[in-house]
């Protein structure tokens, strides 16, 4: 497969690449006040890392490429910033981002799987590492050495189904899986913490036979690093990168907020972030 994928750059490039991309998300939330943006906001990092730090094989060109890395993003509500990444390396045009939650847009409110890069529908929040599951396991059978990864919110974790899958893949030691945790900390309503406590979450994926690696889900160096040894370790486990991360990160009046994930910024509030002064 012919791949086309960006350089690998530099962390001071990386930085900048997760600036651009929380200011695009904000802008996007300026168009279509109903997208998630205080969850959007805390997983730029972790996109960032894997599509431009050489960790995801893709191809823009061949969305479905069998040799492509599959990427599931089982916390699709959360998303919106992927909108301009996936605009950024050619699977749709740039001006689709001022359109969102517009009629006759390919981008909704809520991302979909008609949306060339994401590969599942998720909605419904649980259901993305159980799907991980059965493409890594099909990939293995084939012999197709690709991975697949999964974005899970913390607050997905409470879902029995999400469990379940971490049994299922510890038992058939699928070592072609990384799941990558955005701890945030906070779900839709308040702090996990005191919805369903978890913590330490890396005990519970060692107890269940995964190898786990914790890590600044903000430092793009340390968590590139993780991520690029979770890809190269094959050992028969499955791999888990808990990447702990800020809800609203970037939007002082978004993080800490227990409520943030239901919040919405005003217009000039936004404007005021982004360095824009018009409608």
């Known amino acids: 497969m012919q791949e086309n994928k960006p350089e690998k750059i530099s962390a001071t490039d990386l930085k900048e690449k997760c600036r651009w991309i929380r200011s695009e998300t904000l802008k996007i939330h300026k168009i279509a006040p109903g997208i998630r943006v205080a969850s959007a906001l805390s997983c730029v990092e972790i996109l960032v890392a894997l599509h431009y730090g050489n960790i995801l094989q893709f191809n823009p060109e061949k969305p479905y490429d069998e040799e492509r890395d599959r990427f599931i993003i089982s916390k699709a509500h959360g998303s919106v910033s992927y909108y301009p990444i996936l605009a950024d390396l050619g699977y749709f045009p740039k001006d689709q981002l001022a359109k969102v939650g ?62 379940e899958a971490i049994m299922f893949a510890s038992h058939h030691k699928l070592d072609n899986l990384v799941l990558i945790i955005d701890n945030n900390k906070i779900c839709m309503l308040d702090y996990c913490s005191k919805i369903i406590n978890l913590e330490p979450i890396e005990d519970k994926f060692s107890c269940f036979g995964w190898e786990y690696f914790s890590v600044d889900g903000h430092d793009i160096e340390k968590l590139h690093a993780a991520l690029a040894e979770a890809s190269c370790l094959h050992a028969g486990k499955p791999k888990v990168v808990i990447a702990n991360t800020i809800k609203g990160k970037g939007v002082p009046k978004l993080e800490g907020d227990s409520l943030c994930h239901i919040r919405a910024l005003k217009p000039e509030e936004i404007d005021a972030l982004t360095g824009e002064n018009h409608p």
Do not use: F, M, Q
Request: hydrophobic letters at 35%; aromatic letters at 4%.
């Open 102 to 163: 517009k009629s006759g847009s390919i981008l909704g409110d809520i991302p979909d799987n008609s949306i060339p890069g994401y590969e599942t529908i998720n909605g419904s929040l649980g259901h993305g590492v159980g799907v991980a599951c059965g493409l890594a396991l099909a990939l293995k059978a084939k012999g197709n050495n690709r991975s697949v990864y999964v974005l899970l919110g913390d607050g997905e974790l409470n879902e029995g189904s999400v469990w």
